[in-house]
């Protein structure tokens, strides 16, 4: 079994901050593949099912984003899931809007949920840091992270979440790369996109021809 994991605030007040991008995320994930009606269990809302074969718990903490450790540790134990079968969504400053990266392990760099998390489970685990961007001075991070997402931002924010919610099936089967690949190739211009198709189809018509 694998657990995913958005991070974000409980409440409708945070339904549409920066800092809830994780929360959205897996709400995606959940409508896309059909799991099961929201319920309450380990201080989270969670779904369950089955992704490409795979069985799955979707959770959102509802301890509020500081103490997100103190439900998925609950999750992880009584699944007896390892932590390399754990994959956390986060909102990311030091990402610019709209752009992805998977990691497993690493520190929390400032973000409290992380940071919860890893006095629960360690670090060993897989994170999912999506970009909202930094909005500069230190100063005026924390109006931005509990700040609502714009209009301008809704257009990256439709195509990034209906990527993450195709491409789910890539997580659990462990293609972690490929997943990023797919879901940032899914947000560039249409030009871009055909300019990289055309190039690995290049590629590999290189490589049949060795």
């Known amino acids: 079994m694998w657990l995913i994991v958005g991070l974000g605030n409980p409440g409708s007040q945070y339904q549409h901050n920066r800092h809830n991008i994780g929360f959205m995320a897996v709400d995606e994930i959940v ?16 779904s369950e099912g089955v992704i490409d074969g795979e069985k799955v718990l979707v959770m959102k903490p509802q301890t509020f984003m500081n103490l997100s450790g103190d439900a998925v540790q609950a999750a992880a134990a009584f699944y007896k899931i390892s932590t390399d079968r754990v994959i956390v969504f986060q ?4 990402l610019a ?23 629960h489970l360690g670090p060993a685990y897989w994170r999912v840091r999506l970009g909202i961007g930094h909005p500069g001075g230190k100063e ?5 992270v ?8 809704e257009i990256w924010l439709a195509k990034l979440l209906e990527a993450i919610g195709d491409n789910a099936g890539r997580l659990v089967k462990g293609d972690m790369d490929g997943f990023m690949s797919k879901v940032s190739q899914a947000l560039m ?3 871009l996109q055909e300019d990289k198709t055309e190039k690995k189809e290049t590629e590999d018509d290189k490589t049949a021809s060795k």
């Open 31 to 46: 409508r896309r593949h059909n799991l099961s009606a929201p319920s309450k269990k380990f201080q989270a809302i969670v």
């Open 91 to 94: 909102d990311e400053l030091d």
């Open 97 to 119: 809007s709209g752009k992805i990266r998977t990691k497993f392990a690493g520190g929390a760099a400032g973000h409290n949920g992380i940071r919860s998390i890893d006095s």
């Open 140 to 144: 005026r991070v924390h109006s931005h």
């Open 146 to 153: 509990l700040s609502d997402f714009n209009k301008e931002d």
């Open 189 to 191: 211009p249409p030009k």
